[in-house]
C-alpha cells in the first residue's frame, strides 16, 4: 500500500434490522459525509425463504403461498434499508436501497453485487439476526471479509 492512496467513491453497508447492521449504518454514513462517497443501503433476502423456486428473480412459476412469503420478505427488507435512508437525510449523501433475493447465499449476494457495482468499501455489523451470541464474528460478516474483492469494515 505504500505510496498508494486510497480512494472510496462507493460504499455499501448490508443491513438486516438488527442492531450491529444498524450501527454499521451509521458507521457507514458517517464514512460516506467524511470521504463524500455513495451510500448503497443493502438487504439480502435468505435464500431459505424461496425453498429453491425463484431462479435469478421473483418469478410466476412460485406457488401462491410462497410468493407472498417472498413479497412479505422483500416488504421487509424494504422497510429496513428505509430505516438506513431515514437517518441518512440528515445529510447530504447520496444514497442508494436495494433488495435483493439470494439464489445463492447472503454471503455470496452481498459478493457479488459489490463486484457488479464496483464497491469500494463494505460496511457490515459484527453479527446479525442468526442469534448466536458466543461467536465473535457472525458467520456472514465472516463470509464477507473473507471473500470480498475489497475492503471491509465490521462495526462492533
Not at 37 to 46: D, G, H, N, P, Q
Amino acid at each position: 500500500m505504500s505510496g498508494r492512496s486510497v480512494t472510496i467513491k462507493k460504499i455499501l453497508v448490508a443491513v438486516d434490522g438488527s442492531k450491529p447492521s444498524l450501527d454499521a449504518a451509521e458507521y457507514a454514513i458517517h464514512l460516506a459525509e467524511k470521504h463524500e462517497a455513495e451510500l448503497t443501503s443493502l438487504y439480502v433476502v435468505s435464500p431459505d425463504i424461496r425453498y429453491g423456486y425463484i431462479e435469478d428473480a421473483l418469478t410466476p412459476a412460485l406457488p401462491g403461498p410462497l410468493k407472498e412469503i417472498a413479497m412479505m420478505a422483500v416488504d421487509g427488507g424494504q422497510k429496513h434499508v428505509d430505516e438506513v435512508k431515514k437517518r441518512a437525510s440528515k445529510t447530504n449523501i447520496r444514497l442508494n436501497t436495494d433488495v435483493i433475493i439470494s439464489n445463492t447465499s447472503v454471503v455470496k449476494s452481498i459478493v457479488e453485487y459489490t463486484e457488479e457495482h464496483k464497491i469500494d468499501l463494505i460496511v457490515i455489523g459484527t453479527k446479525g439476526l442468526s442469534g448466536i451470541k458466543k461467536m465473535l464474528l457472525g458467520s456472514t460478516a465472516s463470509g464477507v471479509v473473507t471473500y470480498a474483492h475489497c475492503p471491509v469494515v465490521v462495526v462492533k
